[in-house]
């Protein structure tokens, strides 16, 4: 890690610790970050790292808590084995659409809104589907509160429990990006011919990307699902969450590792500050806000907050005039 890298971790360390001296509101806007920023960084491994993006990470969102939710609600199984089932059955369908684009040679913008079609796809099905509520959606029975049922009663655990989510996230959005699979997915992205004539096998980093991608999205799925205790097809397979997770990572610094976790951390708390403060005098005011940062981050720094950081200053981490040569 650089020492960009290094400083965006410990400011993201200070936030986090920020929500215990704040009210119960501000905990769960907190708890909602978190799980928005390992989402985005999930998000990342495919659309930043691989260049696999997707417009319909909505699907396995609610994959993973309709899985987890609708058999704890029939059958009481634990949400833990729920949530396993759901990263699995996400991945599953993240394979397929991957594999459905190579198969019809389906890429960059039109894989994107592939994924969004399977997306809507889900959304209608799930809203006919009378099991699943249909379109009245489900409400979970509480349990006894506990990390065994992944239902807490103080907004601190559902916030240590986001942080977690967000770690696992981080974590393996870090392993991928230092190990050769990493090098393997960068190369797809910037040249897939160049890859291929170096042997690597583009197939197997969309199919493994997409795999990643949308096992760790359910998951994020699941642990929402138990603090909402409410299932609807608008919420989880929607497309509030996708467009979200994009906005977060294209802000903060899309390839980067911790990009969507600075775009998150800035937008999200901001957004929910505006909806609060202003929403019933000018409704979609945070709208507004996210729909103008992104065009002023379009326009002036397209890499990102720390994609434009980490070219301002050193490798080393000092910063160089703009007039001076590289040592």
């Known amino acids: 890690m650089t020492r960009v890298e290094y400083a965006a971790a410990g400011v993201i360390l200070v936030g986090s610790l920020l929500p215990f001296w704040l009210g119960h509101y501000w905990l ?21 790292f691989s260049g696999t993006s997707s417009f319909g990470h909505g699907l396995f969102f609610g994959i993973g808590a309709y899985t987890s939710g609708a058999l704890f609600f029939h059958f009481r199984v634990s949400p833990w084995l729920g949530l396993g089932l759901g990263a699995v ?12 684009g190579v198969r019809y040679r389906i ?53 240590l429990a986001g942080l977690v989510f967000l770690a696992l996230c981080q974590a393996v959005a870090w392993r991928v990006h230092v190990t050769p699979l990493g090098f393997r997915y960068r190369a797809v992205r910037e040249n897939e011919t160049a890859a291929q004539a170096m042997g690597i096998d583009p197939v197997f980093v969309r199919l493994s990307a997409m795999a990643l991608t949308a096992a760790l999205t359910a998951i994020g799925g699941s642990i929402y ?15 509030d969450v996708t467009i979200k ?31 609060a403060a202003f929403g019933g005098r000018v409704p979609g005011l945070d709208i507004l806000f996210y729909g103008s940062l992104v065009i002023v981050c379009c326009l002036t720094f397209p890499a990102g907050i720390v ?16 007039g001076a040569p590289s040592p």
């Open 28 to 48: 769960d806007v907190a708890f909602l970050a978190a799980v928005y920023a390992g989402i985005a960084s999930a998000w990342n491994v495919a659309g930043g």
């Open 89 to 100: 059955l996400a991945a599953a369908v993240g394979v397929i659409i991957a594999w459905c």
């Open 107 to 159: 890429r960059g913008l039109s894989f994107a809104v592939l994924t969004l079609a399977f997306a809507e796809i889900a959304w209608l099905f799930v809203g006919t589907f009378d099991p699943l509520g249909a379109s009245r959606g489900i409400s979970l029975p509480p349990a006894t509160p506990g990390l065994a049922s992944l239902q807490f009663q103080s907004g601190w655990s559902f916030f």
């Open 225 to 239: 699902a138990q603090y909402l205790l409410f299932l609807d097809p608008r919420t989880f397979f929607g497309p």
């Open 245 to 275: 997770v994009i906005l977060f990572t294209l802000v903060g610094g899309m390839g980067s590792i911790w990009g969507p976790v600075v775009g998150t951390a800035l937008l999200y708390p901001a957004g929910e500050w505006l909806r």
């Open 307 to 322: 994609g434009t950081i980490g070219r301002l200053v050193g490798r080393d981490g000092t910063a160089r005039a703009s």
